[in-house]
């Protein structure tokens, strides 16, 4: 009989002592491991501040340095593309943050030795580390010296919480711009995230001013607090987050609101979201539980999704069985995507298809993936929805693709890592069209012109 996840007896009057040497050893371990992952954190920086450099030297690996037209700032940016490509899709990391692991690795192995040498000893961690490289790349090069110093010293004795707070008041002793000057920089980078969460919620983040982000929280909270005394029974955080959604939704989406045109532009308030949700018709009709599929999150409760069929005209309704006399080739008749067919490979994708890629089909470009001048056809099983930074990656570096008939890509990189990326729907079962055929001229999209914004 295995007894080995039950305690031994122990003395009464050994017990407390034993008890609390096995303890403080667990906890020495544990601060003795968290020291280690900082050394292995300082590791991995110094091994990427190397592939920069190994990449650079030998850009002829990545990207076609022979293109015409391209030029050498060209061949290094796409140099570096390739390499955090290369790197996230063999480490099953994303890009964006491989691209802030490369920068970080350079400023630590270039600019900021001593904390990449205190990261290597354990002294401090990889959050304090990052911390710190934020506050001194905003610094001129000759004072980030004296910010390390003074820095490092506070940072081995706090907690990242802790070390955030003396860090910016380090940074502010020596920043040469008013707040003013930054903050008027720092604006121009405002912009709404979204977030998925579980259970059929996700998070709307938005970064803007402190006052407006401030004023529309103050605003809501103040609106939810008056609505509770009249006797609302919801709880104030419901109301507040009631009130910003109703705000948001009618000023986006207004009664009457007219359609743009290229003469008139729509104000910020008239701009019409276009969401898919993908229904299974059992669904639908109410005689079935499996869930529907919102576009750019994923699985949403049934109920949710017959409501957004039957009362939300901006959600385009879509069923999952394929329509009658929907184009899916054009074969080599034409280089334009008609609209339906560029909704089908939207539908059928979901997502960017680069390994990775979150970014929703909807803001791509649509790609032939044999191109076109090659004999590439302008069909379902030779289109994919690929971000304009994949799409550029994949035409001017040496990172390759192939598409089988069911939707499956299969990419290479430029160092010969293979990778598979699947369709969300197979192409026999994508459902296209909204009602109408639209194969005229009007209704189509150049390729090059195909990215959407979100709203």
Same mark, same amino acid.
């Given at each position: 009989?295995?007894?080995?996840?039950?305690?031994? =007896?122990?003395?009464?009057?050994?017990?407390?002592?034993?008890? *609390?040497?096995?303890?403080?050893?667990?906890?020495?371990?544990?601060?003795?491991?968290?020291?280690?992952?900082?050394?292995?954190?300082?590791?991995?920086?110094?091994?990427?501040?190397?592939? $920069?450099?190994?990449?650079?030297?030998?850009?002829?690996?990545?990207?076609?340095?022979?293109?015409?037209?391209?030029?050498?700032?060209?061949?290094?940016?796409?140099?570096?593309? *390739?390499? $955090?490509?290369?790197?996230?899709?063999?480490?099953?990391?994303?890009?964006?943050?491989?691209?802030?692991?490369?920068?970080?690795?350079?400023?630590?192995?270039?600019?900021?030795?001593?904390?990449?040498?205190?990261?290597?000893?354990?002294?401090?961690?990889?959050?304090?580390?990052?911390?710190?490289? =934020?506050?001194?790349?905003?610094?001129?090069?000759?004072?980030?010296?004296?910010?390390? =110093?003074?820095?490092?010293?506070?940072?081995?004795?706090?907690?990242?919480?802790?070390?955030?707070?003396?860090?910016?008041?380090?940074?502010?002793?020596?920043?040469?711009?008013?707040?003013?000057?930054?903050?008027?920089?720092?604006?121009?980078?405002?912009?709404?995230?979204?977030?998925?969460?579980?259970?059929?919620?996700?998070?709307?983040?938005? #970064?803007? @001013?402190?006052?407006?982000?401030?004023?529309?929280?103050?605003?809501?909270?103040? @609106?939810?607090?008056?609505?509770?005394?009249?006797?609302?029974?919801?709880?104030?955080?419901?109301?507040?987050?009631?009130?910003?959604?109703?705000?948001?939704?009618?000023?986006?989406?207004?009664?009457?609101?007219?359609?743009?045109?290229?003469? *008139?532009?729509?104000?910020?308030?008239?701009?019409?979201?276009?969401?898919?949700? %993908?229904?299974?018709?059992?669904?639908?009709?109410?005689?079935?539980?499996?869930?529907?599929?919102?576009?750019? #999150?994923?699985?949403?409760?049934?109920?949710?999704?017959?409501?957004?069929?039957?009362?939300?005209?901006?959600?385009?309704?879509?069923?999952?069985?394929?329509?009658?006399?929907?184009?899916?080739?054009?074969?080599?008749?034409?280089?334009?995507?008609?609209?339906?067919?560029?909704?089908?490979?939207?539908?059928?994708?979901?997502?960017?298809?680069?390994?990775?890629?979150?970014?929703?089909?909807?803001?791509?470009?649509?790609?032939?993936?044999?191109?076109?001048?090659?004999?590439?056809?302008?069909?379902?099983?030779?289109?994919?929805?690929?971000?304009?930074?994949?799409?550029?990656?994949?035409?001017? %570096?040496?990172?390759?693709?192939?598409?089988?008939?069911?939707?499956?890509?299969?990419?290479?990189?430029?160092?010969?890592?293979? #990778?598979? @990326?699947?369709?969300?729907?197979?192409?026999?079962?994508?459902?296209?069209?909204?009602?109408?055929?639209?194969? =005229?001229?009007?209704?189509? @999209?150049?390729?090059?012109?195909?990215?959407?914004?979100?709203?």
């Amino acid at each position: 009989m295995d007894n080995t996840n039950e305690r031994p =007896d122990e003395p009464e009057d050994a017990a407390p002592g034993r008890a *609390a040497d096995m303890l403080s050893f667990m906890i020495d371990g544990i601060a003795s491991q968290y020291a280690l992952l900082a050394t292995v954190h300082a590791r991995v920086a110094s091994m990427m501040n190397m592939a $920069v450099a190994a990449a650079s030297r030998n850009e002829h690996l990545l990207v076609h340095t022979d293109s015409p037209g391209t030029s050498a700032q060209q061949i290094t940016e796409l140099t570096r593309r *390739a390499l $955090v490509a290369e790197i996230a899709t063999a480490a099953r990391l994303s890009e964006r943050m491989v691209s802030s692991m490369l920068d970080e690795s350079q400023s630590l192995a270039n600019e900021l030795p001593d904390t990449l040498g205190a990261l290597r000893d354990g002294a401090i961690g990889y959050q304090h580390a990052r911390q710190l490289i =934020d506050q001194a790349s905003t610094l001129e090069p000759h004072d980030r010296k004296a910010f390390e =110093d003074a820095a490092l010293r506070a940072a081995k004795s706090s907690t990242p919480p802790q070390f955030r707070q003396s860090a910016r008041k380090i940074r502010e002793r020596m920043y040469p711009e008013t707040l003013e000057e930054r903050r008027t920089r720092a604006e121009k980078d405002r912009r709404v995230e979204f977030i998925p969460g579980n259970d059929g919620m996700a998070w709307l983040s938005l #970064y803007s @001013t402190a006052a407006t982000t401030l004023g529309i929280v103050t605003a809501a909270h103040e @609106t939810a607090q008056r609505l509770k005394s009249s006797g609302d029974d919801r709880t104030q955080r419901q109301i507040a987050a009631d009130v910003v959604v109703d705000a948001v939704m009618s000023g986006l989406v207004p009664p009457g609101a007219e359609e743009p045109t290229r003469e *008139a532009p729509a104000p910020l308030a008239a701009v019409r979201p276009t969401v898919h949700v %993908t229904v299974p018709v059992l669904t639908l009709l109410g005689r079935s539980s499996e869930p529907a599929e919102l576009e750019g #999150y994923g699985p949403i409760d049934p109920s949710m999704a017959r409501e957004l069929a039957a009362h939300a005209p901006s959600f385009i309704r879509i069923l999952t069985r394929a329509e009658n006399g929907a184009v899916l080739s054009v074969g080599r008749d034409r280089y334009a995507v008609p609209a339906d067919l560029r909704r089908a490979v939207e539908i059928r994708d979901e997502i960017c298809r680069f390994p990775g890629c979150n970014r929703r089909a909807s803001e791509c470009e649509i790609d032939h993936t044999k191109d076109w001048q090659f004999g590439g056809e302008t069909s379902i099983q030779n289109l994919a929805s690929v971000c304009r930074p994949h799409h550029r990656l994949k035409h001017m %570096t040496r990172w390759s693709v192939e598409q089988g008939e069911d939707g499956a890509m299969t990419w290479t990189s430029p160092l010969g890592g293979r #990778y598979v @990326t699947r369709a969300a729907m197979t192409a026999r079962a994508v459902p296209v069209g909204d009602g109408g055929e639209r194969t =005229d001229d009007a209704a189509e @999209t150049p390729v090059e012109d195909a990215g959407r914004a979100p709203f």
